[in-house]
């Protein structure tokens, strides 16, 4: 079983910068695609960034620029780097894996990220 924690949200002013750290456990010998995901009051939860098992990297329209993504494999833990942070961004930041080879995802809790203006 997999587990993910995600830390490292909170509240911060329109233009600042936070970063986001989500540790994983329990993945066994297989290394998945990580990312990140949000969710803001009353909308779907929208595709933010990842990073595939060999590297790849894809991020989202919206935040491409400001956001950067990068994963330290030696402590299982995937980070989003967030700057120059809009009142839009505001929303739930969850972490996923995805394995390729079952299509089986995990989440993480979610990490509140608030951004005032």
């Known amino acids: 079983q997999v587990q993910l924690v995600e830390s490292g949200g909170g509240l911060v002013q329109a233009g600042g910068s936070l970063r986001l750290s989500c540790a994983s456990s329990?993945?066994?010998?297989?290394?998945?695609?990580m990312g990140w995901y949000r969710q803001a009051p009353g909308k779907q939860r929208e595709f933010v960034a990842l990073?595939?098992?060999?590297?790849?990297?894809r991020v989202a329209d919206s935040v491409k620029g400001r956001f950067t993504i990068s994963k330290d494999n030696a402590k299982n833990t995937v980070y989003l780097q967030m700057n120059s942070l809009k009142p839009e961004d505001t929303a739930v930041y969850y972490c996923?894996?995805?394995?390729?080879?079952?299509?089986?995802?995990?989440w993480g809790q979610g990490t509140q990220v608030t951004v005032s203006s």
């Open positions: 996923n894996a995805h394995f390729l080879f079952n299509n089986q995802d995990y």
């Open positions: 329990g993945r066994g010998f297989v290394m998945p695609s």
């Open positions: 990073v595939t098992s060999a590297g790849i990297i």
